[in-house]
């Protein structure tokens, strides 16, 4: 089974500073109906102004992704972690029994956008932590790159959660076919550009639930960066 979801059915927030999609629930946005798929729990489109960003707070028992697309974010946590987040880096932080971090566009005129992701994971009370790599636009071309998984196979960082995720960058005749688990979820997300998935047209903010498929097509690119979730159902 194949469900669409197009950008504009996203939830939004405008807070001046931040400007944010939300794919699932979140905060002041409330859909029953979109509350999360398997483990993946958020997916927030954040556009960050320059010069501002998120105060130290607070998280526990969640794996937190985040993914910039353009611009320099700032990062510190609790565990003394301090680092730059730029375009092809994936950070994965475990809040595990509780981690305070912060997250700023220190730049004084590009805005930063990004993707945060949360995943649950699969045990409560984990010990927190920190991992960050990245991932260059070749070993992303014309392919789906695996870049978060519960093994770190293939120098992907480790998630402790039934899910993986994997990017892909796809233009013109690009193509990729994954094979699927029909007893799992799949969740593609369009993170720019436009591209075709099983037959679907879809541009930036669009997402595609996947439900019993056998594969996943990738094709008809047009400058398009996909991020493709693998999910126990």
Same mark, same amino acid.
């Given at each position: 089974?194949?469900?669409?979801?197009?950008?504009?059915?996203?939830?939004?927030?405008?807070?001046?500073?931040?400007?944010?999609?939300?794919?699932?629930?979140?905060?002041?946005?409330?859909?029953?109906?979109?509350?999360?798929?398997?483990?993946?729990?958020?997916? @927030?489109?954040? &556009?960050?102004?320059?010069?501002?960003?998120?105060?130290?707070?607070?998280?526990?028992?969640? #794996?937190? !992704?985040?993914? &910039?697309?353009?611009?320099?974010?700032?990062?510190?946590?609790?565990?003394?972690?301090?680092?730059?987040?730029?375009?092809?880096? &994936?950070?994965?932080?475990?809040? =595990?029994?509780?981690?305070?971090?912060?997250?700023?566009?220190?730049?004084?005129?590009?805005?930063?956008?990004?993707?945060?992701?949360?995943?649950?994971?699969?045990?409560?009370?984990?010990?927190?932590?920190?991992?960050?790599? @990245?991932?260059?636009?070749?070993?992303?071309?014309?392919?789906?790159?695996? !870049?978060?998984?519960?093994?770190?196979?293939?120098?992907? &960082?480790?998630?402790?959660?039934?899910?993986?995720?994997? !990017?892909?960058?796809?233009?013109?005749?690009?193509?990729?076919?994954?094979?699927?688990?029909?007893?799992?979820?799949?969740?593609?997300? !369009?993170?720019?550009?436009?591209?075709?998935?099983? =037959?679907?047209?879809?541009?930036?903010?669009?997402?595609?639930?996947? #439900?019993?498929?056998?594969?996943?097509?990738?094709?008809?690119?047009?400058?398009?960066?996909?991020?493709?979730?693998?999910?126990?159902?």
């Amino acid at each position: 089974m194949l469900t669409l979801r197009r950008s504009d059915e996203r939830g939004f927030a405008d807070h001046g500073w931040l400007q944010s999609f939300h794919s699932f629930s979140f905060s002041e946005y409330h859909d029953p109906a979109h509350m999360g798929f398997g483990p993946l729990r958020v997916i @927030n489109d954040d &556009v960050v102004a320059p010069g501002r960003g998120f105060g130290m707070h607070g998280h526990r028992d969640m #794996e937190i !992704v985040t993914y &910039v697309l353009q611009g320099q974010l700032s990062h510190k946590d609790s565990l003394g972690n301090g680092a730059d987040i730029l375009p092809g880096d &994936v950070q994965r932080m475990s809040a =595990g029994k509780g981690i305070m971090h912060s997250e700023f566009n220190q730049g004084l005129r590009e805005s930063v956008h990004l993707l945060q992701i949360w995943i649950e994971p699969s045990a409560k009370g984990l010990s927190p932590g920190y991992e960050q790599k @990245n991932f260059s636009e070749a070993d992303k071309r014309g392919r789906l790159r695996l !870049v978060a998984s519960p093994d770190g196979r293939e120098g992907s &960082v480790t998630i402790h959660s039934d899910a993986t995720l994997s !990017v892909g960058l796809f233009d013109g005749e690009e193509r990729a076919e994954v094979a699927l688990n029909p007893a799992r979820k799949a969740y593609v997300h !369009v993170a720019r550009g436009a591209i075709v998935a099983n =037959g679907l047209a879809l541009k930036a903010g669009d997402a595609l639930k996947l #439900e019993g498929e056998s594969a996943l097509t990738l094709q008809g690119g047009e400058q398009a960066e996909v991020l493709v979730f693998d999910l126990a159902a």
